[in-house]
């Protein structure tokens, strides 16, 4: 079985936070980008995968259509590991991580996707796990002013959340949804890298009066693994990262460092789902706990759940909150009183409305072979 064509989808939806947007991670959010790319085998079989979006999504696209999707047409897809390790080597020159590492893990989903369809099994069963249902956390995006962080738990409370994760960088707002949300609510938070070590260690110290279950990347520069040990040395809060690390040996080298008590890589950022299941391997090895990175709502998402469902199925999952305008998954990525269910068919486990995609195309497709 060959990769006979490869097509590549960029999606834009819309999407309302309740809120004004505010400025988070370089970009006023009034909509999500996604990467949607699906690779066709000579014998009809297909598999989806993703490319990490938001303002990624043209950079990658262009790693794909250009560089790393042309070298895959004619490939044999039986050893999935060899062929991937073979890319890998193949395209190191233009950087460890970045577009075409993103690239790259798009096309490794949509492996898996075909290869559990080949099986007849869905991707958590070809891990060692079983698809499950899961809890999920409501991840809030920035609202940066107290009374609009309230409002915005309470909503995510109103729609049966127990689980809580917020975008703050004040300590103020952070409070103000700790009071929202009550003593008995489960309640993350992912400050996004703001702060040198000092400032992560008096804040880390300052928010524990707030009950955290982990502060998430507080240090910039994400790779610091050094400082983030410090922070993570002198603070009670468990500290968690990874969703920025490129790859497993510098994953390998944050555990190794003591940085982190949880591990966040990011399915479409980290080189695909082997990739991810080398880093939960090693992360327990260091005793280290992994919980997927999952701000998306592609073909990652639903990878991302089969990964939860195998190896953290108790753990709380990540899920987007804002109300998506349209998905192309449809309630597959929509949580019912807090809790997802993972899809029972066979890869992936579901496939996407292609007229939601054409709906939401920000352009032609890009096609790849024939």
């Not at 753990?315 to 997802?340: I, K, M, T, W």
Request: with cysteine; net charge negative.
């Amino acid at each position: 079985m060959k990769i006979e064509r490869i097509e590549i989808h960029l999606i834009r939806v819309p999407f309302d936070m309740g809120a004004a947007p505010k400025a988070f991670a370089g970009m006023n959010w009034t909509s999500v980008d996604s990467l949607f790319v699906r690779v066709c085998t000579d014998v009809g079989v297909e598999g989806w995968g993703e490319g990490w979006g938001h303002v990624a999504c043209p950079t990658t696209s262009a790693a794909l259509a250009s560089l790393v999707g042309p070298a895959f047409i004619g490939s044999e897809v039986s050893d999935r590991s060899a062929l991937m390790a073979e890319m890998a080597h193949r395209f190191h020159i233009h950087g460890r991580s970045g577009p075409v590492v993103y690239a790259l893990s798009a096309i490794e989903i949509a492996l898996w996707d075909i290869a559990g369809k080949v099986a007849s099994l869905p991707i958590a069963s070809l891990l060692g796990g079983a698809p499950r249902e899961l809890t999920a956390y409501a991840s809030l995006l920035r609202y940066a002013e107290p009374e609009l962080v309230a409002r915005a738990v309470e909503r995510a409370l109103a729609q049966g959340f127990r689980h809580i994760k917020l975008h703050e960088v004040r300590l103020e707002t952070v409070r103000a949804a700790r009071a929202a949300c009550g003593e008995s609510v489960w309640m993350a938070l992912d400050t996004n890298c703001p702060w040198s070590v000092s400032q992560s260690i008096d804040n880390a110290r300052a928010l524990e009066a707030s009950r955290l279950a982990w502060l998430e990347e507080p240090v910039w520069p994400p790779e610091d693994f050094h400082g983030l040990a410090r922070v993570r040395a002198a603070a009670s809060t468990p500290i968690a990262a990874g969703e920025n690390v490129a790859g497993i040996h510098e994953m390998e080298s944050m555990l190794r460092t003591g940085a982190v008590d949880i591990c966040q890589p990011s399915v479409i950022k980290f080189g695909g789902i082997e990739a991810v299941a080398q880093a939960v391997t090693l992360a327990r090895a260091h005793g280290v706990d992994y919980v997927p990175h999952c701000f998306y709502f592609g073909p990652g998402f639903l990878a991302s759940l089969h990964l939860a469902a195998a190896y953290a199925p108790e753990v709380p999952f990540e899920l987007f909150f804002g109300d998506l305008q349209a998905s192309p998954y449809h309630d597959a990525v929509r949580a019912r009183d807090g809790q997802l269910a993972v899809p029972t068919g066979p890869g992936l486990g579901i496939e996407p409305d292609l007229a939601v995609i054409d709906r939401c195309r920000l352009g032609a497709p890009i096609v790849i072979g024939r």
